[in-house]
């Protein structure tokens, strides 16, 4: 069994990475700090790809680097900008938007179009708490920070609500940790660090919440930690899904 996780070389991603490796799967980790990455590929017997996950040219050329049969895809890579102003990338998105939502569409739907993932595969990604009030839908307009973070959390669930309902051959989950001790915190503001440090769970509780849903045979595609999640939308969710899609589909 082969499992593809980004963002593995720290964090939950690592976290989840291991796991994984600990039951016996041959496991690929992807993310941008090459010594990290050839270092926790050696320690979990796996393999290390090198991608930064906001520029979506990255993305294209890790799908086609990318090899099957692949049995699961744990999309981990996210992170929460501090700028108070709009980062774009090369081809102009929102860095936070581009790494914590496009990645995982464009990731997922051109190894699916490959044909690398299996019939019977699973997708996990990490998600949103399931609260969606007053965030916005314009895909195409950057925002910065928290509010760039929680509309790429919005979208991250509508589209695996979308790729559920478009490959049912698959198991397709999100998965929301909670607070969890990861250097996503590091350069927030002071009291986002102070409330990590305090409430935040230590990385293998919030990786074992993925790992359970990637490892065993779950329905349901949200989940909060290790609970079925309902979760609430601007517009009805299947509207605002294809409309995500046809805005997603240009970065493929």
Known sequence: MRIIVTGGTSGIGYGTARLAAESG?????????????AKIAAELGGDYFYADLSKMPDVRRLADQLEGPIH???L?????????????????????FATNYLSKFALSEMLLQQNKIVPGGCIVMVG???????VSTAWAEPQVGLKAAMKAALAVDLYASELAK??????????????????LFHEAPLLFRLLSRIFGQPIAKGSAYLGRLILENHSGVHWKQDRPMRF?????????GEALWAYSRQYI
């Open 25 to 37: 799967w041959k496991v690929t980790i992807v993310g941008r700090n090459r010594t990290q990455g």
């Open 72 to 74: 699961a895809l744990a």
């Open 76 to 96: 981990c890579a996210g992170g929460i900008s501090t700028d108070k102003e709009v980062r774009l990338t090369n081809e102009g998105l929102e860095t936070t």
């Open 128 to 134: 949103g708490n399931g609260v969606h009030k007053n």
């Open 166 to 183: 478009r490959y049912p051959q698959l198991r397709v989950h999100t998965c929301y940790p909670g607070m969890v001790r990861t250097n």
């Open 232 to 240: 609430h939308v601007p517009l009805p969710e299947g509207q605002e």
